[in-house]
């Protein structure tokens, strides 16, 4: 079946380290976003892609890196410049530039701090 | 610059009443389209409806429809009958045109609870 895939589900953190989480789909979506989503709010675009090697700071990027090498795949990293990265990470995907294309979303990773 | 605004961090509604979730937008751009998502407590994001700017009728997706009021600039939603499996969070989205037609943004999203 096609999807999004993320992994891991749980990831843990330690300070001063750079973790790195992944974003695999199936479904030949050009576009591919991440999103982070703070207990009882709303989804802050972090980083997007419109097309491979290419891609778009959202409006918190600051102390993220992504890379999209391939159009299957758009990693994470959350690097330890981001001195808050407790948070609940969505990966999505979308087909073209439609007006009505929805979103994909994968399953989501829960980032902690040990 | 886009916003969307849902002003309701939380609502209840009665099991098989009908339930209304505010959207607010704002955006300068004549072309643009809005969506709803579900997320259940699983924290999977469901697309529930899309209304495009320029669909002269309401959308509506079985016991979803959307109440889109485009000179207030409000796009909510509206559950009828409602379940409990209704239960969760609520998203209103738009597309928006200043990143090149793929960016999306979110409100901060209104957490439906239905009573039995």
């Known amino acids: 079946d096609g999807g999004i895939t993320q992994s891991p589900k749980y990831l843990f953190r330690k300070e001063g380290q750079n973790v790195t989480l992944s974003c695999e789909q199936n479904?030949?979506?050009?576009?591919m976003y991440w999103y982070r989503q703070d207990p009882g709010q709303g989804l802050r675009l972090i980083y997007y892609?419109?097309?491979?090697?290419?891609?778009q700071k959202g409006d918190i990027a600051e102390g993220y890196s992504v890379s999209r090498e391939k159009k299957e795949s758009f990693p994470l990293t959350v690097t330890s410049a981001q001195k808050n990265p407790t948070a609940f990470y969505l990966c999505?995907?979308?087909?073209?530039?439609?007006?009505?294309?929805?979103?994909?979303f994968g399953s989501g990773t829960q980032l902690s701090v040990l | 610059a886009q916003k969307i605004t849902q002003t309701q961090p939380g609502m209840f509604v009665q099991e098989k009443e009908a339930v209304t979730l505010d959207c607010t937008y704002d955006?300068?751009?004549?072309?643009?389209?809005l969506f709803w998502y579900k997320q259940p407590s699983s924290g999977e994001m469901i697309f529930l409806i899309y209304?495009?700017?320029?669909?002269?009728q309401n959308a509506t997706e079985g016991r979803y429809s959307l109440n889109f009021q485009k000179a207030r600039k409000s796009a909510n939603l509206v559950i009828s009958a409602s379940q409990l499996g209704d239960s969760a969070m609520y998203f209103c989205?738009?597309?928006?045109?200043?990143?090149?037609?793929?960016?999306?943004?979110f409100g901060t999203g209104t957490k439906l609870q239905v009573i039995p």
């Open positions: 999505a995907s979308k087909a073209g530039q439609a007006t009505n294309e929805k979103l994909f």
């Open positions: 479904l030949n979506h050009d576009a």
């Open positions: 892609s419109q097309i491979v090697n290419d891609f």
């Open positions: 955006t300068s751009d004549q072309s643009y389209g």
């Open positions: 209304q495009g700017s320029y669909d002269e």
């Open positions: 989205a738009m597309r928006d045109p200043t990143g090149g037609y793929q960016k999306v943004t």
